[in-house]
């Protein structure tokens, strides 16, 4: 029973790491409102480079608050003419303009773009902030899950899970697609909360 199980997981992160990621069920494009108010689709945030780093974002979650440093390292840490890193406010009780109020008051080096009612959390399979999803220029999902295992950067112990998977991705080698997720639950309306607790990662 034991191996069959493994053999499921196996094959549900095989198909997560080729899913597509451009556009909705109905064929639609997925799009994002950038932090001036102008829309993109997410296919044309991400041309040109070779992985597009999105974090689900939300300036009411203390989880995301906790990353600030580490996510706004990751502008220094890679290439932009490869990476792209942008925050995504998809949480339906927090407006765009109230994300980026927050996000200028902490002084939050990536851009919030807003995904609103949800829709490209949902085709991501992003359940909570600060979920982090990696696309590669094919626009594929290649890693889902958190930047680290929330030790302080250096520590012992710490598990670099995105640095992993971004150099084996740029590298062109191997790299685990996916890591457990925690945090605030991305509200769908606003009749769910947000408040923090484990996510399993579908």
Not at 147 to 161: H, I, M, T, V
């Amino acid at each position: 029973m034991a191996t069959s199980r493994l053999g499921i997981l196996v094959l549900a992160v095989a198909g997560c790491a080729t899913a597509r990621s451009g556009s909705t069920p109905t064929g639609a494009p997925l799009s994002l409102a950038a932090p001036d108010g102008t829309s993109s689709t997410l296919d044309h945030l991400r041309a040109g480079h070779d992985a597009t780093v999105l974090v689900f974002w939300s300036g009411a979650c203390p989880c995301v608050r906790r990353y600030q440093d580490r996510v706004d390292a990751l502008l220094d840490a890679y290439p932009s003419a490869r990476v792209r890193v942008i925050g995504v406010s998809s949480n339906a009780g927090e407006t765009h303009a109230d994300a980026l109020r927050v996000a200028r008051e902490r002084q939050v080096r990536i851009p919030i773009f807003r995904d609103e009612g949800g829709a490209v959390a949902r085709a991501l399979g992003a359940q909570s902030t600060p979920t982090i999803v990696v696309l590669d220029a094919s626009g594929a999902i290649r890693y889902r899950g958190w930047l680290d295992n929330e030790r302080l950067p250096g520590e012992s112990g710490r598990e670099a899970w995105l640095d992993r998977a971004l150099l084996g991705l740029l590298d062109g080698k191997a790299f685990q697609s996916r890591s457990p997720t925690w945090g605030c639950t991305i509200t769908r309306s606003l009749f769910e909360s947000g408040s923090c607790g484990s996510h399993p990662n579908p």
